[in-house]
């Protein structure tokens, strides 16, 4: 069973940067397309960045210049750069993965196509 781990969330001022990580055990993350996604109280989980098993990327536009996502499968991790935080971006933050050869992600934002998800972090950004 593919477990994810997410850590790094905290309370920030706006303006400041903070990288989120996603631990993956359970099976070699090489395998698996991985996405973070957040989600505020009342509201959606929405898409906020992908990265595929051949290192392509791709984000929501709120966070597009602002975000970057990176793994290194060496560790089974994948990481979330943020930065230029606004507060905007205070939610609980997830990651999600799915098995690349499933070919579930053409919709990349959306929660439907991933089978594994962490439990969140909270990252919570001050004006």
């Known amino acids: 069973q593919l477990m994810l781990v997410e850590s790094g969330g905290e309370p920030v001022e706006s303006g400041g940067s903070l990288r989120l990580s996603c631990t993956v055990s359970g099976d070699n993350s090489s395998r698996y397309i991985i996405a973070w996604f957040r989600q505020v109280p009342g509201k959606e989980r929405e898409g906020v960045a992908q990265i595929d098993t051949f290192f392509d990327t791709r984000y929501a536009q709120a966070v597009k210049g602002r975000f970057t996502i990176s793994r290194d499968d060496t560790k089974n991790t994948v990481f979330l750069q943020m930065d230029n935080l606004n507060p905007d971006d205070t939610a609980m933050y997830y990651c999600?993965?799915?098995?690349?050869?499933?070919?579930?992600?053409?919709?990349?934002?959306?929660?439907?196509?991933?089978?594994?998800w962490g439990q969140g972090t909270q990252v919570t950004v001050s004006s």
């Open positions: 999600a993965a799915d098995l690349a050869e499933m070919g579930r992600n053409a919709a990349w934002w959306s929660h439907t196509g991933y089978a594994y």
